[in-house]
Nanobody
Framework: QVQFVESGGGLVQPGGSLRLSCAAS????????MAWYRQAPGKQREIVAG???????NYADSVQGRFTISRDNARTTIDLEMRNLKPEDTAVYYC????????WGQGTQVTVSS
């Protein structure tokens, strides 16, 4: 099994930025395609950004051009840079493989509000 720990969330005003980070209990980031997901209150969890083992990326239409998924240079974390945040980005953000293949972590809360 693999445990994920997400961090970096917080309260930010509309138009602001945050950088989320995901660490895993085993270094799987070069074995699996990875993704960031989010779940807003009363809604289903959705994928927002994906990163393939080869470095390819893909994004949900709602975040295209505002979010960037990446691996850090040491390949020990998966990060999500979020810019021009909107109230509709408010959610708990999780990382997992693209499957997803493993249990969900606690996530990190992102709240966009003035």
């Amino acid at each position: 099994q693999v445990q994920f720990v997400e961090s970096g969330g917080g309260l930010v005003q509309p138009g602001g930025s945050l950088r989320l980070s995901c660490a895993a209990s085993r270094n799987i980031f070069m074995i699996y395609d990875m993704a960031w997901y989010r779940q807003a209150p009363g809604k289903q969890r959705e994928i927002v950004a994906g990163l393939t083992r080869g470095g390819g990326t893909n994004y949900a239409d709602s975040v295209q051009g505002r979010f960037t998924i990446s691996r850090d240079n040491a390949r020990t974390t998966i990060d999500l840079e979020m810019r021009n945040l909107k109230p509709e980005d408010t959610a708990v953000y999780y990382c997992n493989t693209g499957g997803p293949n493993f249990a969900w972590g606690q996530g990190t809360q992102v709240t966009v509000s003035s």
